[in-house]
């Protein structure tokens, strides 16, 4: 039940802390509070499985967010992702997010989210170099 737990400390409005010391408590793991920590450490431990109708949970947790998830996430069929790999972008909607090709350009010192620790994918076309927020992808 650790990708539960970590799924509900990182979607819950309140009482996060209660569950990330329930997972560490269950793994013998501190990674602290930082819920992105445990989103990544979690898919390099292959033996930490999913229930059987994980792939359900996960679209009623997400339906809470869009109604619309539920037909992205289909129950009790054969993934070719790993369900616990599946995360909620932040975006409010599906399709909420604007297309990239028409964004404004800006530099990375112009934005409040970059750091030296944002994983970025960068596109260079015949001098005209971009980067982009791997988790905005």
Known sequence: MVITLIMNARYRRNGDAELVEAV????????????????????????????????????VVFGGIDPNYARLLWCCIKHEVHMEEVVWSGVKAINGMPSFD???????????????????FGVAINGDVRAYALRCL
């Open 102 to 120: 028409f964004l404004k350009q800006i530099t990375a010192s112009e934005t409040d989210y970059l750091n030296d620790s944002v994983l970025v």
């Open 24 to 59: 560490m408590d269950l793994t013998g793991v501190d990674l602290g509070s930082d819920l992105t920590d445990w989103m990544e450490w979690q898919p390099k431990r292959p033996e930490i499985k999913t229930f059987g109708a994980f792939d359900a949970f996960k679209a």
